[in-house]
């Protein structure tokens, strides 16, 4: 399935039903009087979560939807029937914006929440409402309520707890891979991971969402490589993992590196709580390990695992269990 996360679309809720003009005319019926009837309310349409869906391609090929219009009034005093809802579902996760894409109309971070975005037209009213003891046969029916169609941004942001960042090659598809059911493509060349992967980590009857984001280099902010998109992904995780391979030729230069984009994006990114893992490990010397180790842990005053995510060592149990906490501390906070 095509991976999308950006989509345009066309809405347009339902028109009001005309209202009816006429008279009652039956037979031994003297002074019938007005009996037209009320036009039917235009549908509405609604945006609803689903986890059954984790791309928005469905919206690439269909793009326009328009609610049903309400049932003209007839006589007899029959009002017409309210036009149909639209239901359009997405995946939990995706924000709905105006037409310039920067205002936030709506965001769908729950399975089944159901949000009105188009409300449809008011149907008109029938001749029949305008009697009264002054005017006994009134010949006024109201047109239904016309709507105007609008367009809006889908944007899907995956709902995940933990963000994977960090340059190509560095090992987040393995880290992935060990940790969770994903099956990431894995390779030894740059960019095998072009979309955004998902897994479930367990561990100690704990267990939290972990994201794979396609690796970023520098300049990604203005297009280099595969750009910044993807970033968008991370905004909701509470918890970043800095994944940095041991053997780079400077791995001061690659932490920093991310690090810029991060701040470039504008987002406050790069606020959120990080922990730095130091990967390949069984690659490198392990004194000149624990020696960088250190240097990271001092310069940057942030927690440093040294794993090898290929052999998932004891290091990386100890990462996976820290970031089951931090899940579990951010939740009893938002209890609280």
Known sequence: MKFLDRAKIFLKAGNGGDGCLSFRREKFVEFGG??????????????????????????????????????????????????????????VGTEILDESGENIIADIIKEEQRVLIAKGGVGGRGNNR?????????????????????SVWLQLKLIADVGLIGLPNAGKSTFLAVT??????????????????????????NEFILADIPGLIEGANKGKGLGDKFLAHIERCAVLIHIIDITHENVFDAYDTIRRELIMYNCNLEAKQEIIA???????????????????????????????????????????????????????????
């Open 180 to 205: 969770t059911r994903a099956k990431p493509k894995i390779a030894d060349y740059p960019f095998t991971t072009l979309i955004p992967q998902l897994g479930i980590v367990y561990i100690n009857d």
């Open 278 to 336: 130091l990967n390949k490990v069984d690659l490198a010397n392990l004194k000149m390990a624990k020696s960088l180790k250190k240097k990271f842990e001092k310069k940057y005053m942030k927690k440093v695992y040294l794993i090898s995510a290929l052999n998932k060592d004891n290091n990386m149990t100890s990462l996976l269990q820290e970031l089951a906490n931090i899940k579990k501390s951010m939740e009893n906070i938002i209890l609280d």
């Open 34 to 91: 007005p009996d037209g009837g009320d036009g039917g309310r235009g549908g509405d349409i609604y945006f609803e979560g689903t986890n059954c869906l984790n791309t928005l391609v469905d919206y690439r090929y269909q793009q326009h939807f328009k609610a049903k219009r309400g049932e003209n009034g007839r006589s007899c005093n029959c009002h017409g029937a309210d036009g149909d809802d639209l239901i359009l579902k997405v995946p």
């Open 130 to 150: 305008f009697k009264s003891s002054i005017n006994r046969a009134p010949r006024r029916a109201d047109k239904g309520e016309s709507v105007e169609e609008f």
